[in-house]
């Protein structure tokens, strides 16, 4: 692949932009400079640099934030900032889109990415993919609350009753759900279905795949492939 085809593909800008990025000097190959737009590379697990910083290559940009509050996942935000503009230039224009939503108040595991086919898979209701969720409660969690989240509630909106595929107290307010649907405000609905209410909402894993307890709020870092969602080998790249 020629180097300019490559900072294309990687959302480094126009065709024209990218050529004008290699004829400056500004992008890297080996940590040297290469000017030459039509410099062949292989792109497999290249890692290239463009004004200083380094950028793996990916054919598919998959990525995992720690979402924080107070950001809504849309690309046009109505009343607070969108979790968009949490990532760098380079993958806005590559149009990654979140893999469902979270509520601008939850925080934790966020998934982006620019498979839609992943997209799908991840979010149908047919591939049952387990979503763990801790809910800080109002008042002290109960047995019987347990008991009826994992038997199923009635929401306003559905004449089935919906339940949880797992429920546990953590500790006397924080609630331990996994969810494999993905109904709107489904936590906090339910949670006040069996008389409670959620304080504040966090994910802690997608599929197979944890939060990293070193990944702050608000930061992100690269997926090589959807393998550990799955919980197949695979990692996570720094």
Known sequence: MKLAQLLFSQGFGARRECEGLILAGRVTLDGRVCDDPFHEVEPEGLVFGVDGKPWPYHERALILMNKPAGHECSQKPRMHPS???????????????????????????????????????????KHHVPKVYEASCKHPITEQQLARLREGVVLHDDPKPVRVEAAEAA??????????????????????AVSNRVES????????????????????????????IFGTPGGTRP
């Open 83 to 125: 979790v968009y503009s949490l990532l760098p230039a380079p993958l806005r224009r590559r149009d990654v889109q979140t893999v469902g939503r979270l509520d601008e108040d939850t925080t934790g595991l966020l998934l982006l990415t620019d498979d839609g086919a992943l997209i799908h898979k991840l979010t149908s209701p």
């Open 171 to 192: 500790s006397d307010h924080v609630l331990r759900l996994t969810l494999t649907q993905g109904k709107y405000h489904q936590v906090k609905r339910m949670v006040a």
């Open 201 to 228: 909402l966090h994910r802690v894993a997608f599929g197979a795949l944890a939060l990293p307890a070193d990944l702050a709020p608000g930061q992100w870092r690269w997926l090589d492939g959807p393998e550990p």
